[in-house]
């Protein structure tokens, strides 16, 4: 989402950190471009406006157009204040002291808020709570089944209306059935609308007074630009707000909304949806997207998802199969299936520092060599994947038509593992022996 952003303000920071000397016109002059790269990105112009002028009272308080490495500081500078637009650090949500807890998403029709309660509720699932799923939308058709649907891809259950007509019961019945059956997290579904009005706002009021959730969450289209900004407005002015959770973060629009929501209500982002996937929800860390704004990368993030993705125990083994040469094609398999866990190619490369640069310089993208790799390796049997030197002519065009491919892309995959394979080995003797790594040319 951030690309056209990203790009644009990696810009302007290069040119200020090449110069080894900045003049405060120098300063003034990046701060110029920044303030129309995020007006171009759909930040609310009253944000940019601020954003700018906090930039440029901390770089003139700190007179970096004097320091030793000017370009750096600015860039230091730009990264905090990018931190604080976003929300300064991030916030957990919050636990009921006595279960259960009880989680309200609110927000207008199509903005992803069913998929966004099942996908909270498979998070939080994960880190060992038992949730429940509420339906309480009985305006728009199919509501209540689209919940049960997507309750059932994350493994949650998800209590239904039955013969009730009204949210509120629903939503107090659903808490009685949670105590009794051992839910400490509720996440109520609630009814939305295309647009805020009158109705909407009192049938969700009566629900807040009724249930006195711990979380009142608004889930916002990331998508919808200025429009999510101005919906958080009036939602905020007639509800109490504690939080935001922002959908569609991997679609292709400008990203303003983001830069936005926190400065405009003054409420946190809780949590991004990065994806159609079930998973493809994550806890909003300010910093972290402030790095990956910048083209920074953000290997934390990165860390975490490797280790949802591949076991302590996995890992161990493959770090022992590593140093020993003992890598097959079958692990690495295994490894291309994690990597793929972790989300789309390009969204796991992101968070890799560089990656944004080398994008920029022209660096292609193909998530679907990832697919024709799996089908090669797929169509090898076992003894081909533990020992790849038996594959001759014959077994390689086997393989290619096994797997849909050329038979040259078959060579290429066993040349690149071969080469791979023998660069471990020669890490591997050198860590035995105890010779060290020569150091690359300065």
């Known amino acids: 989402m951030f690309e056209g952003l990203q790009n644009r303000l990696g810009e302007i920071l290069r040119k200020v950190t090449g110069r080894g000397t900045l003049r405060l016109d120098d300063v003034d002059a990046a701060l110029r471009e920044i303030r129309l ?12 406006r601020d954003f700018v002028g906090r930039i440029r009272e901390a770089a003139v308080g700190q007179e970096v157009w004097k320091h030793l490495s000017p370009g750096q500081q600015v860039v230091k500078i730009v990264h905090e204040e990018l931190t604080r637009l976003l929300g300064g650090s991030a916030r957990e949500v919050r636990m009921a002291g006595t279960p259960p807890t009880i989680l309200l998403l609110i927000g207008l029709n199509g903005v992803g808020k069913t998929t966004t309660a099942a996908k909270l509720a498979g998070y939080l699932r994960r880190r060992g709570r038992a949730p429940l ?6 305006q728009r058709p199919a509501a209540v089944q689209q919940l049960e649907v997507v309750g059932r891809q994350v493994g949650v259950p998800v209590f239904t209306p039955g013969a009730r007509t009204s949210p509120v019961a629903v939503g ?23 647009h805020v009005d009158d109705a909407l706002m009192a049938e969700l009021a009566a629900m ?20 999510a900004v101005r919906s958080a407005e009036q939602f905020a002015a007639r509800l109490p707000i504690d939080g935001v959770i922002l959908t569609k973060l991997d679609g292709d629009a400008r990203g303003g909304a983001a830069l936005s929501v926190v400065a405009t209500i003054d ?3 809780l949590f991004v949806g990065t ?45 022992r199969k590593l140093r020993r040469a003992q890598f097959t094609l079958s692990d690495f398999l295994e490894q291309l299936r994690a990597v793929r866990q972790m989300g789309p190619l390009e969204q796991v490369l992101e968070m890799i520092p560089g990656f944004a640069k080398a994008r920029a310089a022209g660096l292609q993208v193909d998530e679907k060599q ?16 533990a020992t790849p030197s038996i594959i001759d002519g014959s077994r390689r065009r086997r393989i ?11 060579n290429r995959l066993l040349k690149q593992f071969e080469e791979a394979r023998r660069l471990m080995r020669h890490m591997d003797d050198r860590v035995r022996s105890g010779r060290p790594f020569p150091l690359p040319p300065r």
Do not use: W
């Open 370 to 385: 990832l697919a024709r790799i799996e089908a090669m390796i797929q169509s090898m049997t076992a003894q081909e994947r």
């Open 267 to 269: 409420r946190p982002i």
């Open 275 to 319: 994806g159609e996937r079930p998973d493809a929800l994550e806890p909003f860390h300010p910093d972290r997207m402030a790095s990956r704004i910048l083209g920074m990368g953000d290997v934390l993030t990165l860390i975490e998802r490797a280790e949802e993705a591949m076991s302590t125990e996995a890992a161990a083994d493959l770090e």
């Open 133 to 138: 799923l509420v339906a309480t939308d009985l």
């Open 172 to 194: 107090t019945a659903a808490v009685e059935a949670a105590e009794g059956e051992g839910h400490d997290v509720i996440i109520v579904d609630s009814a939305g609308r295309q």
């Open 208 to 227: 807040h007074a009724a249930l006195h959730p711990q979380e009142t969450i608004l889930v916002l289209d990331a998508m919808m630009g200025q429009d």
């Open 400 to 410: 290619a038509r096994g797997s849909g491919v050329a038979v040259q892309e078959v």
């Open 37 to 48: 790269a995020l007006l171009e990105a759909d930040v609310n112009f009253k944000v940019a």
